[in-house]
């Protein structure tokens, strides 16, 4: 079985630049989620998806990043204007299910990422 | 306050040492905890969940305490490949969804 796809695997721009991150989910997964991982920490979650629809993008800088996820199957995450604090890499994550009341774990497989360098 | 606190390490231990982990979450309302791997420059791959029974995955075993709110991990017989990050990760709800914390990891090198 195929894993959650992402492209490009890296990245260089400079700063005030814009990029943009595309991911491919599991087959059949309906939720998908952007991550960023700073070097030396753990993931944070930027943005969650229901199928074609937001669940939770709170820690979101909304001001130049956005996401989207038209048909419910890839996403799309962009950056626009990039700060130099926006070096990281990019994790996209999909599961099964997620969806409101599901109290049982869908396990999320994350993609290879991809890592951005802000100069 | 981190809504998950965990030692970044690093524990360096030879082959064959016993090392734990531990690992402290805020939100006493969490409902599910997990430990899982990173390997360097990967992505972040499930090793275990974590019950309030305790279990055990061969050399591997997670145990939670709900009333001291920490989780730990055991890894017995340490092996070379063993080597890598391990991310403490707590499951909450964001208005009725799934969400994941993950802690900053703690780094673990095992040498010859």
């Known amino acids: 079985e195929a894993g959650v796809a992402q492209s490009p695997r890296y990245k260089i721009i400079e700063k005030r630049q814009s990029v943009a991150f595309w991911c491919n989910p599991i087959?059949?997964?309906?939720?998908l989620y952007w991550y960023q991982q700073i070097l030396g920490q753990g993931p944070k979650l930027l943005i969650q998806?229901?199928?074609?629809?937001?669940?939770?993008d709170s820690q979101l800088p909304k001001d130049r990043f956005s996401a989207e996820r038209l048909k419910g199957v890839d996403s799309t995450l962009k950056i626009q204007p990039a700060k130099l604090e926006d070096s990281a890499v990019y994790l996209c994550?999909?599961?099964?299910?997620?969806?409101?009341?599901?109290?049982?774990?869908?396990?999320?497989?994350f993609g290879p990422g991809t890592r951005l360098t802000v100069l | 306050r981190k809504e998950v606190e965990q030692d970044p390490g690093p524990f360096n231990v030879p082959e064959g040492a016993t090392v734990a982990f531990n690992c402290t979450y805020s939100n006493s309302a969490s409902q599910s905890f997990f430990w899982y791997r990173q390997d360097c420059r990967k992505e972040p791959k499930l090793l275990m969940s974590?019950?309030?029974s305790g279990n055990e995955d061969g050399r591997f075993t997670a145990q939670l305490n709900r009333a001291s709110q920490y989780i730990s991990l055991l890894i017995r017989d340490s092996k070379l490949s063993d080597s890598a990050t391990y991310l403490c990760v707590v499951k909450g709800r964001n208005t009725g969804f799934q969400k994941l914390v993950f802690g900053t990891g703690t780094r673990l090198l095992v040498s010859p």
């Open positions: 087959s059949g997964h309906a939720t």
């Open positions: 974590v019950y309030s």
């Open positions: 998806f229901q199928n074609n629809g937001v669940v939770d």
């Open positions: 994550a999909s599961s099964l299910g997620g969806s409101s009341g599901q109290v049982s774990y869908n396990e999320q497989f």
